[in-house]
């Protein structure tokens, strides 16, 4: 299984941002997906998370309603939509899979089994 992350880069603060997972190898169409990140000198954090479908997401708090994650189950892909950043969003972003289908606080305490190599997300004051 193959997490292959891609979409970040430098931006503005106040721009935006959307990043892509594509996985091969395994369907996660009855899993979990989701995205951490981790900052220089920062342990990695949970940013978001989804199940089967938009129904079933769950995001830090940090987010305050600024991202917003998708999956495409057909594409066996996941994607985070990121508005309005801000200079402390500046991380490397992670994506990982799990075939375990959690929901709410589970998709943040899930054990995530896949993990991609993560994509540089770089914002300017």
């Known amino acids: 299984v193959q997490l292959q992350a891609s979409g970040g880069g430098p931006v503005q603060a106040g721009g935006s941002l959307r990043l892509s997972c594509a996985s091969s190898?395994?369907?996660?169409?009855?899993?979990?997906m989701g995205w951490f990140r981790q900052a220089p000198g920062k342990e990695r954090e949970f940013v978001a998370a989804?199940?089967?479908?938009?129904?079933?997401?769950h995001y830090a708090d940090f987010v305050n309603s600024r991202f917003t994650i998708s999956k495409d189950n057909s594409k066996n892909a996941v994607y985070l939509q990121m508005n309005s950043l801000k200079p402390e969003d500046t991380a490397v972003y992670y994506c990982?899979?799990?075939?375990?289908?959690?929901?709410?606080?589970?998709?943040?305490?899930?054990?995530?089994?896949?993990w991609g190599q993560g994509t540089q997300v770089t914002v300017s004051s």
């Open positions: 989804i199940g089967w479908g938009a129904a079933n997401t």
């Open positions: 190898g395994r369907s996660f169409r009855n899993g979990s």
């Open positions: 990982a899979a799990a075939p375990t289908l959690r929901t709410g606080f589970g998709l943040r305490n899930l054990k995530y089994d896949y």
